[in-house]
């Protein structure tokens, strides 16, 4: 985490741009199938390993430092960190009202973090009209981070189709934490992350929206 979060913090020093991935089993599944989705993967700056079956892949394949990088620990960690740093952030994802609790949330944890802008995308597919104004919109506010809340591999494809297109320094993909850290879904206890098992959790507790991607 903290080797991460020191790469990332140089891009923004730096004026780097860059996208990062977070990736458990299903991204990785999904690049099998989807050669566009792997690209995507392969050329990101960074791809983090968020799940326990790819860090102990990783292990058995020689990576003894490899460790998980949970995307909403990450998450976290950065906006702490951010406060001194004055870093601003924009949040893009998450169902209508989602991001702006999320914003008010993640304030009021980390007194002085600037929040800088929030969107709710329409789930259909966008026109032309509505992404340039969506673009517009965000280059206004010229965030250093901007943090995107859509489902794998949703995300993964927003990210590297706007990268070049946003003034932003750095692009992430965290998925559901945007509703675990608005509140509105519960994570899974520490002792079944660890064991891997964090997708039996979700499926029990969301068996339609889940039951999908298995």
């Known amino acids: ?3 991460a979060i020191t ?3 140089e891009w923004i020093r730096n004026g780097k741009k860059a996208y ?3 990736t458990g089993v299903h991204g990785i599944m999904e690049s099998q199938y989807d050669e566009s989705i792997k690209l995507i993967h392969q050329v990101a700056e960074m791809c983090l390993p968020d799940g326990m079956p790819t860090v102990w892949i990783g292990k058995l394949n020689g990576h003894k430092n490899m460790g998980r990088i949970y995307g909403p620990d990450l998450m976290l960690e950065i906006m702490r960190r951010s406060v001194p740093k004055r870093y ?3 949040f893009y994802g998450g169902k209508e009202g989602v991001p702006e609790l999320l914003r008010v949330r993640l304030t009021s944890r980390y007194p002085g973090l600037k929040i800088v802008g929030t969107l709710s995308p329409p789930f259909r597919p966008m026109n032309e009209e509505e992404g340039n104004s969506y673009c517009d919109s965000i280059n206004d506010l010229s965030p250093d981070i901007i943090w995107v809340g859509l489902s794998t591999p949703k995300q993964e494809k927003w ?3 706007h990268i070049d297109k946003l003034d932003t320094k750095i692009m992430i993909g965290v998925g559901a934490a945007f509703d675990f850290h608005a509140g509105l879904l519960k994570q899974a206890p520490s002792w079944i992350q660890c064991f891997g098992l964090e ?3 979700r499926l029990c507790i969301e068996p339609r929206s889940c039951g999908r991607d298995i």
């Open 1 to 3: 985490m903290n080797q």
């Open 7 to 9: 790469q990332i913090e």
């Open 20 to 22: 990062v991935t977070v």
């Open 88 to 90: 601003t952030h924009f």
């Open 159 to 161: 990210m590297a189709e």
């Open 199 to 201: 997708w039996f959790f």
